[in-house]
């Protein structure tokens, strides 16, 4: 395995359901190369010409985001609480390394 580089910050905008300004929003993100990947690593696709590699996502506390399905049902596997969007926009920051 080769060691982690540093990561570079990135921000995402999401489009949420209006919530109270208490109110934290789950999120859950997926893998579109392998939907049932739960690990935290992002691989390339089987075709690509990138081999070897692998990236890995912090969420806004620094930690290492695992993949779960692609669902807005509450308790989804490594689902995330990103906070509170009282007029349903919300941006996230995410680091990726």
Not at 30 to 35: C, F, Q, R
Not at 36 to 58: E, H, M, W
Not at 69 to 79: G, H, V, Y
Request: contains cysteine; proline residues 8%.
């Amino acid at each position: 395995m080769l060691p982690a580089v540093p990561g570079k910050q990135i921000r995402r905008a999401i489009k949420c359901l209006r919530s109270s300004s208490v109110h934290n929003d789950p999120v859950v993100l997926t893998d579109n190369t392998d939907p049932f990947n739960r690990s935290n690593v992002l691989t390339p696709a089987a075709d690509s010409t990138a081999k070897g590699i692998g990236l890995q996502i912090l969420n806004n506390k620094g930690a290492l985001v695992s993949f779960g399905s692609d669902s807005s049902e509450p308790f989804t596997t490594n689902q995330w609480l990103i906070g509170a969007s009282p007029d349903g926009r919300l941006q996230v920051p995410l680091t990726v390394q």
